[in-house]
């Protein structure tokens, strides 16, 4: 065999060298800082929180859950008020419609009204009183709600005066008597009309009729909303001058723990001083 050149023998060692250098992985170990006495304890990284509130002073962000309350109050508002509306508009026109079996007449009447009709109810009221209760019932309903939206008003005019207390839990109540008064008020007008369409007449409910249904869920759904919102509104509000008294403890059983608290420590510290005081006078008068 031919001995191989120098200059080949430093081109392979070369070439081994490039490869062995292209194998080689580099490790980023970061200083992380150290416990006294034991240098292998890494302290842990506790994670920040990211989130833009928590940089924010707790005065403002007080002000915006204040303000979040009040436009939810102002949303269970304009519920209440456009079903009030509603129920309004529909209450004076017709919510029934009779067809009499015999000679095909189409008769009209609602809540309010009455037709003129041997067959139909007359303004004279009757035994057993379904139509007069169905009224009661509505004007309550009516009346429970208005305040409530008086209430809700006043609130959101906080310079004219004071806030009612616990005003959510009060609207959700009035919203809840109110929806429960308008769904007495339907059933018992729906028992008025089967009653007088037992035998000769044959009778077809209106869309103003079901429109009163649809006011009555959203007064249901104005009291749960109102419930919820006093439900968080009973957290209570942050307060910057609350302090809290800082406890040292140790990580992972390393490091020195506070035993004693401040006040305790200052107590002892201020009897160590007055003991010392009194040893140096007596021995000022001894000598």
Request: charged share 10%.
């Given at each position: 065999m031919l001995r191989q050149v120098p200059w080949q023998l430093e081109r392979e060692?070369?070439?081994?060298?490039?490869?062995?250098?292209?194998?080689?992985?580099?490790?980023?170990?970061?200083?992380?800082?150290k416990v006294k006495g034991y240098r292998k304890y890494q302290r842990p990284t506790l994670p920040t929180n990211q989130h833009p509130g928590a940089s924010m002073p707790p005065q403002r962000l007080q002000q915006h859950v204040d303000q979040?309350?009040?436009?939810?109050?102002?949303?269970?508002?304009?519920?209440?008020?456009?079903s009030l509306l509603t129920l309004i508009c529909m209450s004076p026109l017709n919510w029934v419609q009779f067809l009499v079996i015999n000679d095909g007449l189409e008769?009209?009447?609602?809540?309010?009204?009455?037709?003129?009709?041997?067959?139909?109810w007359s303004h004279t009221p009757k035994p057993p009183y379904y139509l007069q209760y169905?009224?009661?019932?509505?004007?309550?309903?009516?009346?429970?709600?208005?305040?409530?939206?008086?209430?809700?008003?006043r609130a959101c005019l906080p310079r004219r005066g004071r806030m009612t207390p616990n005003l959510d839990l009060k609207?959700?109540?009035?919203?809840?008597?109110?929806?429960?008064?308008?769904?007495?008020?339907?059933?018992?007008?729906?028992?008025?009309?089967?009653?007088?369409?037992?035998?000769?007449?044959?009778?077809?409910?209106?869309?103003?009729?079901?429109?009163n249904w649809g006011s009555d869920f959203l007064y249901m759904f104005a009291g749960i909303i109102s419930f919820l919102n006093h439900i968080t509104s009973r957290?209570?509000?942050?307060?910057?001058?609350?302090?809290?008294?800082?406890?040292?403890?140790?990580?992972?059983?390393i490091g020195p723990v506070t035993t004693v608290p401040p006040a305790e420590d200052a107590e002892s510290g201020f009897q160590t001083e007055s003991t010392s005081e009194k040893e140096k006078k007596l021995s000022s008068t001894e000598l």
């Open positions: 060692l070369a070439a081994k060298m490039e490869t062995k250098e292209q194998l080689t992985f580099t490790f980023y170990c970061p200083k992380v800082p979040t309350h009040a436009y939810i109050r102002m949303f269970c508002g304009s519920l209440c008020g456009f008769l009209y009447a609602g809540l309010w009204i009455s037709c003129n009709h041997e067959l139909c169905s009224r009661a019932f509505f004007l309550i309903s009516v009346l429970t709600i208005l305040v409530a939206l008086g209430w809700l008003f609207v959700s109540m009035l919203s809840f008597i109110s929806a429960s008064c308008l769904l007495l008020c339907l059933i018992l007008f729906l028992a008025q009309v089967h009653w007088h369409s037992r035998d000769a007449m044959e009778s077809d409910l209106l869309w103003t009729y079901h429109i957290s209570p509000p942050l307060d910057q001058n609350v302090t809290a008294v800082p406890i040292d403890k140790s990580r992972l059983g």
